[in-house]
């Protein structure tokens, strides 16, 4: 179903948010009433990272021979993974205004827990055949359906018009920098602690991911932009108030 919206109320809502940062263009990210937003950009990011996505793509070949295929075997199982992210991620998009950011975090994160945390058992158990392909396949397609098809969308909701840009940068430096760190430990890893110690650490940092979406992250679905803009804005506000209010209690 199609929401709704009135086209002179939704210009009159943002003539009014133009008209009301009009004297705040000097604005940045950085300022307190926007720290709640920024920690949303923040920890998304983060956690995009350190489900090990990017790790994994980088080194899928290596990752699968260590799992015990031959070279031949591994290099079609990447394109396995490419078509597989290609798929699910059509399917994300398509439904990510259907069901909402929330959900499709939800489903993502679950898949997450589940294939990492059998990709994890099947190095440490040696398991055999294509049990490592088969979960990555799942990670994958959980990776596609979840956080890759709403990092982006959510990161451009959730500041105000007027430091939208400042703030997708931000977030986008956060993802851009750990995925530039994080594959390059790998190999490292690979080799100090074994891959099913570096597969459990991801698990654990979706198991945090999960726990981030439950507690922390707004549903932005069908909220317009200056409406959840103001809303995030009013949360730090109220968090602000809260933690004066106890520190003259104390």
Do not use: C
Not at 116 to 142: E, R
Not at 162 to 176: E, K, L, N
């Amino acid at each position: 179903m199609l929401f709704q919206i009135d086209p002179t109320a939704k210009l009159s809502d943002i003539m009014d948010d133009s008209r009301e940062n009009g004297v705040t263009k000097h604005e940045n990210i950085f300022m307190k009433k926007y720290r709640f937003p920024l920690m949303l950009a923040f920890l998304i990011a983060f956690f995009n990272q350190f489900s090990g996505i990017n790790a994994f793509l980088y080194y899928a070949p290596r990752i699968f021979e260590e799992a015990g295929l031959g070279q031949n075997t591994a290099l079609l199982s990447s394109i396995g993974i490419g078509i597989t992210n290609l798929i699910f991620t059509l399917i994300g998009v398509a439904l990510i205004d259907k069901l909402g950011r929330k959900l499709l975090m939800y489903i993502g994160s679950v898949g997450y827990i589940i294939s990492l945390g059998l990709v994890s058992a099947a190095f440490y158990y040696g398991w055999g055949g294509l049990s490592v392909p088969a979960f990555l396949f799942l990670f994958i397609a959980s990776h596609a359906i979840g956080q890759g098809a709403v990092i982006w969308v959510f990161i451009s909701e959730i500041f105000p018009n007027h430091i939208r840009a400042s703030g997708q940068a931000f977030g986008s430096s956060v993802h851009w920098v750990l995925a530039a760190i994080i594959p390059s430990l790998i190999p490292m890893l690979f080799s100090e602690i074994g891959p099913d110690v570096v597969f459990l650490i991801f698990t654990i940092m979706m198991v945090l991911q999960l726990l981030f979406v439950a507690f922390m992250m707004p549903e932005t679905k069908g909220i317009s932009l200056e409406t959840l803009s103001e809303n995030l804005t009013n949360k730090n506000t109220q968090n602000e108030i809260k933690e004066t209010t106890t520190a003259s209690i104390l």
